[in-house]
């Protein structure tokens, strides 16, 4: 066993010791016992990290208060994507920041190695990121966004890439607009996945620099900058794109536009594009479903825009709040999609529950994430079950936009603790104000992805930190709860594909998400935390196109891979096709 | 050191003359934003019977007596006599400034509390006198100054840093600075329920519920009447906990706030919210459009109206609510830009009535009124001002009163 393995068991072990003791002292509540599922209890426990940065060879770090100036480009933050770059099945980790891209190679066991000639070679002031197989060629492909910048790799495999933004249809400079957020999905239902990125704003010739007080200058805010407007590039094969932002219906967003996330807010089983616009009222763009019909040749649905009608354009009191990050979840396995979206300090984070027939009510206040998040500025945020007990819990990257936040506004701080908000499974969240050995820490967090980076079971986070190294969370929390995870492969676009578990009254579904949070692209393998739950009757997968595969006795705790042309049937082993029994 | 001391006391036993008299006036003045200055601290009031009267105190006080029983004009002669009698009083001269107010002359009124504060130029209290009246004249900027300047003269005096932080809190962007100057007000004077009041609505704000749950229930405690601090206290109960009990707690000292005001715009929509949140839709659409009619402009008055009816059932009603709240919101964020730039450049006649225009869309007209004003008081002579004044006035005969 290695030195690593047996410090980090030893932290484990004294973090569960301590945790309940350390909560108590600290005055908050530890989880509530979950509301059993079905007929399977599920085994609650304390969520533990463990930051591995120092050892685990990334010397990637940021450092965005040095930057001259400090405007409110430099302290908007810079992409994290979770990539397989090579064939190991581990998700690879790639950094941006102001002048560089850097590949990090997952060689296991939370140990990673810098990729001298990735190939990621082009110099901007990168924001956000997108991971998607553009090609369906079984690798991984990468669309960086920027301050007057974007850019294609293609994913060769063996931890390299080649850029082919030249040819792409997307402009190298962005048309010269500013590029935040980026997400992957299949709009048109021709299996390739279409990209969608948001602009924020239009510096013009300002340098973002404001003096909010006489002799304090430091980051303006979005409202002192005309907005830019994000687009849709709809996926021609053959790495080409087209902008189809106008005859989509998405030439009018409220732009200022951080976070982007697509989801099926409706649970058609059609893309929906949900834009956390900063100081305007979020963007909710519903497909046109089942009367978009794909004809011959390139063709578009037209999207409209019902986030006012839905519930979910503004924060709590009714007023456009300050969008940051953005992620859809599933609150309470009720099968529905979920939103939540980071905001501005004394803004709640806003939970808005999906309800059936596409209305969502606010439940900010009434799920306990709108108090403790008041205090502090958030945006990267991901749903994601860290304990393995079938709900999905929260993680959130807090961080001031202001690097002189502290001279600005009394009681404010630039460096701000993540936060872990645990699933009670009754529709409420419990703060878990202690999660390993000084964890959580302070941080200026921005972005954040979310995956298993060493395949244990259990789900790990990458933050960033505009003023050091990444925080590198490795998930070592304890409890006998299963698991299973499905990684989705074939021709078929994954993203968006929905997975159903079941076995006897405990029924979940989750979908195929890397997009979402804040300028990052998770990894897109579909997990599921089980509890109990030893043995799973059957899955179901449905794909974007509608296309379904179902597997009967599924065994727990393994990654399987999922092809999309494999037939129904009954499980036969890992990584291989169903022996088709199953009437499917 | 007795020589030394002399001055010091002189000017000592001065500026409490000064404060004193000035507290006097205060405390006669009407109800309305100079209430809350009634209740200084009694140890104050205490000297009052130890001090020599002031030259034409008699008349003074006669004529404030006669003005607050009906007869202001009679009050007005009894206290110009006394301050013929003492010209550079402050006191009298607010005590003009109120009568004039009453008699339903705004100018004069400012005249009177501008001759106070030229004639006791380092008062903290005429300031803040004055910065009430500017406030009570729909003049929010510069009665922001006044307070600034009594805060600056008087830092620890209770009742300046609550006027400051109570104005400030409703600024936009400076929740932070209010909460500072209430926490100084809330130290000076634990006592001071208004303090505590408004200090629970700033912590409200920066979701520091148990701290303004603490505040806002020793206001409640000491004035159950108070809708303002029974309905933030509701909000703060229905932001805070979830069980049942504290839920009703929270909807009973909403029902009272809507009772003590019952055009408490905020108390109806934190009901209507808590009667959504509990699936009670037809409550919430009583509630919610109560709380509409109290406030045209509550953004989530009306989009949580529009919930509401759809969830009854109710398309039309739903989307008449829905298309109100998108024009209020729609409009939100060109009128923030437009009042950011009007703060920088407070004299550009085209950006006044730009948010004059934005104002009249969200149907604003008080706030469309000011800016219309603004613009032709800037530049009388400017054709496009002129027109746009005199189409509001057509359109609007009685003014920006709802």
Redesign the interface.
Same mark, same amino acid.
């Given at each position: 066993m290695s030195t690593i393995r047996r410090r980090a068991e030893f932290l484990t072990r004294l973090g569960r010791l301590l945790a309940p003791l350390v909560l108590f002292l600290a005055g908050c509540g530890g989880p509530q016992p979950n509301t059993p599922i079905g007929t399977a209890a599920v085994t609650a426990g304390f969520i533990v990290f463990e930051d591995v940065q120092p050892q685990s060879g990334i010397g990637f770090r940021l450092k965005a208060s040095m930057s001259r100036p400090c405007g409110v480009l430099q302290t908007s933050g810079h992409p994290i994507a979770m990539i397989q770059a090579d064939e190991d099945r581990l998700p690879d980790l790639v950094f941006g920041g102001s002048d560089r891209v850097e590949l990090y190679r997952n060689l296991g066991g939370f140990r990673f190695q810098r990729v001298a000639e990735s190939g990621l070679d082009r110099r901007a002031f990168w924001q956000g990121c997108a991971v998607a197989d553009v090609d369906s060629d079984g690798r991984e492909d990468l669309f960086l966004s920027g301050y007057r910048a974007a850019a294609l790799y293609r994913g060769l495999g063996g931890d390299r890439f080649q850029e082919v933004t030249a040819s792409s249809g997307v402009p190298p400079d962005a048309g010269g607009a500013w590029l935040t957020s980026a997400g992957f999905a299949d709009v048109n239902g021709d299996q390739r996945p279409d990209l969608y990125v948001g602009g924020y704003l239009r510096l013009g010739h300002r340098d973002g620099v404001c003096e909010p007080l006489p002799g304090i200058r430091t980051a303006c805010g979005p409202?002192?900058f005309e907005a830019e407007r994000g687009h849709l590039f709809l996926n021609d094969g053959l790495y080409r794109f087209s902008d189809v932002t106008r005859p989509a219906g998405l030439w009018e967003t409220?732009g200022r536009t951080l976070g982007v996330a697509w989801g099926d807010a409706n649970g058609d089983g059609y893309p929906d594009l949900y834009l956390a616009n900063d100081?305007?009222?979020g963007d909710l763009y519903l497909h046109p479903g089942a009367r978009f019909r794909r004809k011959e040749g390139p063709s578009v649905p037209r999207f409209t825009n019902r986030a006012?009608?839905s519930?979910v354009?503004?924060g709590?009191?009714?007023?456009?709040h300050a969008g940051m990050g953005v992620d859809w979840g599933d609150l309470g396995n009720t099968g529905r999609a979920d939103l939540v979206v980071t905001t501005y300090q004394?803004e709640?984070t806003a939970l808005y529950r999906s309800e059936p027939g596409g209305?969502f009510?606010d439940a900010s206040?009434?799920s306990?994430l709108?108090?403790?998040?008041?205090?502090f500025v958030g945006y990267g945020v991901r749903w994601a079950d860290l304990d393995n007990d079938g709900f999905s819990d929260i993680l959130i990257a807090n961080g001031h936009p202001l690097h002189l936040a502290e001279q600005v506004?009394?009681?404010?701080s630039y460096a701000q603790p993540f936060q872990l908000f645990q699933n009670r499974g009754d529709e409420?969240f419990a703060e878990q104000r202690v999660c390993g050995s000084s964890l959580p820490r302070s941080l200026v967090g921005r972005a954040l992805a979310t995956g298993d980076l060493d395949g244990d079971g259990k789900i790990d986070a990458v933050m960033s930190d505009l003023e050091g190294p990444p925080l590198i969370l490795r998930n070592v929390s304890e409890h006998n709860n299963h698991w299973v995870r499905f990684r989705l492969t074939g021709p078929r676009c994954p993203i968006g594909t929905k997975i159903t578990v079941q076995t006897g009254s405990f029924r979940a579904v989750r979908t195929c998400n890397p997009g979402g949070s804040y300028l990052s692209s998770s990894d897109p393998g579909i997990h599921f935390g089980l509890g109990a739950v030893s043995r799973l009757e059957a899955i179901e997968a449905v794909w974007p196109d509608g296309h379904r595969l179902r597997i009967r006795e599924v065994p727990v705790d393994q990654e399987f891979v999922l092809d999309s042309r494999w037939p129904s049937g009954s499980y036969q082993g890992p990584n291989q096709p169903p022996a088709p029994s199953f009437g499917g | 050191m007795g020589t030394r001391l002399a001055p010091v006391v002189r000017r000592g036993a001065l500026g409490a003359l000064v404060l004193l008299g000035s507290l006097c006036a205060i405390r006669l003045f009407p109800a309305s934003r100079l209430a809350l200055l009634e209740q200084t601290p009694s140890s104050w009031l205490s000297l009052d019977a130890a001090l020599p009267p002031h030259d034409g105190r008699p008349e003074f006080i006669l004529g404030m007596r006669q003005a607050r029983h009906g007869h202001p004009s009679a009050g007005l002669q009894q206290v110009q006599v006394a301050l013929r009698k003492s010209p550079r009083s402050a006191e009298y001269l607010l005590g003009v400034a109120e009568i004039r107010m009453n008699l339903g002359d705004p100018d004069g009124a400012l005249e009177a509390a501008r001759s106070a504060v030229a004639a006791t130029p380092g008062d903290a209290m005429a300031h803040r006198v004055m910065g009430e009246m500017l406030l009570d004249l729909d003049q929010p900027d510069p009665a922001l100054r006044e307070f600034e300047a009594a805060v600056r003269m008087g830092p620890n005096d209770a009742m300046n840093q609550l006027a400051l932080g109570r104005r400030l809190l409703v600024e936009r962007g400076r929740? $932070?600075?209010a909460?500072?100057a209430l926490e100084r007000a809330v130290s000076l004077a634990p006592s001071l329920v208004e303090a505590r009041r408004e200090l629970g609505l700033a912590l409200l704000?920066?979701?520091?519920?148990e701290r303004a749950e603490t505040h806002l229930r020793s206001a409640v405690g000491a004035d159950g009447t108070d809708a303002h601090a029974l309905a933030a206290l509701g909000a703060v109960l229905?932001?805070?906990v979830?069980s049942a009990v504290a839920r009703s707690e929270a909807h009973e000292l909403l029902e009272r706030a809507t009772r003590a005001d019952l055009s408490d715009a905020t108390a109806l929509?934190e009901l209507g919210?808590l009667h959504?949140?509990e699936g009670r839709c037809s409550e919430a659409r009583t509630a919610l459009e109560r709380a509409v009619v109290a406030d045209p402009t509550?953004?989530? $008055?009306?989009?949580?109206l529009s919930?509401a009816c759809?969830?009854l059932g109710l398309p039309g009603p739903a989307e008449r609510a829905?298309a109100r709240?998108?024009i209020l $919101?729609?409009s939100? $964020?060109a009128l923030?830009?437009a009042l950011?730039r009007i703060d920088r450049n407070p004299s550009s006649v085209s950006l006044h009535l730009e948010v004059a225009r934005i104002y009249l869309r969200r149907s604003d007209y008080q706030q469309a009124e000011h800016h219309l004003g603004a613009a032709v008081e800037l530049e009388p002579g400017n054709p496009v001002a002129k027109a746009a004044w005199s189409e509001y006035r057509r359109s609007h005969p009685n003014g920006g009163a709802r």
């Open positions: 409202m002192d409220h100081r305007m009222p006012v009608e519930g354009a503004v709590p009191d009714g007023y456009a004394r709640a209305l009510t206040f009434a306990g709108g108090g403790p998040t008041m205090p506004e009394p009681g404010a409420t | 929740v $932070a600075d909460r500072v704000k920066y979701g520091e519920f229905r932001r805070r979830r929509h919210m959504l949140d509550s953004q989530g $008055a009306w989009l949580h919930q759809a969830r829905r709240f998108r $919101a729609e939100q $964020a923030s830009t950011s």
